[in-house]
């Protein structure tokens, strides 16, 4: 191992100088495997471990969750884009558009044709906009909020974990002072324990906290992304709409 030697040679110095110190040394890197550190944590020390590995292993979950649904939804929705540009007949787009559902513009597809459709065969036209415009924009804020489902976690994790592993900071200090206080002299045996457990959640909770900040701010973008495509094809639709239903064209364009 590459520390091996240096180690050997820092034994070998403190002997000389004092032989207590080196089986103090000796005896702290016996107890600072990371696995001997967790088996060897207090009640409080263990909970605080617990907490921010739960943390840690959701938060790599919810990660995998959203690559694999923001994937599949960006490579949907281009598809149907492309048919929807293809086509230029709302019907005909409709007719079609379950084969493309898991896209949010499906959705936002949907909900506007529902309502032109509803117009179109009471009146023979659109003759209220404003009301298509209205389904537009709760079907991008209903997708938006499924497709951010979960990402609170994420946030959370973020910015709690470094304050859990704070507190087993602190914690891990206190017992390193009680321990001082039980022995009889300032050793490093004494100290070595709560100053391992306190280091060790200080590095439990950025080990948490840094890969769930990154995911939170990768895809809060990704999500702002598609909430604007889902708004400018709506503006896409109404377009269309107007053009094919619009109140001008009503009696030529009758909806079947």
């Given at each position: 191992?590459?520390?091996?030697l ?33 088996l ?6 263990f ?12 938060s ?70 404003a009301s ?5 924009a709760?079907?991008v804020?209903?997708?938006a ?94 377009n269309?709409?107007?053009k ?10 009758k909806?079947?």
């Amino acid at each position: 191992m590459p520390l091996a030697l240096p180690f050997a040679l820092l034994l070998q110095a403190a002997a000389e100088v004092d032989p207590t110190v080196a089986e103090e040394i000796s005896a702290a890197s016996e107890q600072s495997t990371l696995f001997g550190l967790l088996l060897e944590a207090g009640p409080v020390g263990f909970v605080v471990f617990g907490i921010l590995a739960v943390m840690s292993v959701l938060s790599w979950a919810v990660a995998y969750s959203k690559h694999r649904t923001l994937s599949r939804a960006a490579k949907i929705s281009l598809s149907f884009h492309r048919a929807f540009r293809r086509v230029g007949k709302l019907a005909e787009i409709y007719a079609a558009s379950e084969q493309y559902r898991p896209s949010p513009l499906v959705t936002v597809f949907s909900y506007g044709y529902e309502e032109v459709a509803r117009q179109v065969n009471t009146h023979g036209a659109i003759t209220n906009p404003a009301s298509v415009e209205r389904s537009l924009a709760i079907a991008v804020s209903r997708e938006a909020t499924r497709l951010q489902g979960n990402l609170g976690l994420l946030a959370t994790t973020a910015s709690s974990a470094p304050f859990i592993g704070l507190f087993g900071t602190v914690w891990g200090v206190l017992e390193a002072f009680r321990g001082l206080g039980q022995s009889s002299g300032a050793t490093l045996r004494a100290v070595a324990p709560g100053i391992a457990e306190a280091l060790l959640a200080t590095a439990l909770g950025l080990f948490a906290a840094i890969p769930a900040l990154i995911f939170y701010n990768h895809y809060a973008a990704r999500l702002r992304e598609i909430r604007t495509n889902m708004q400018d094809f709506g503006l896409e639709f109404f377009n269309l709409a107007e053009k094919d239903y619009g109140a001008q064209n009503g009696a030529a364009n009758k909806h079947s």
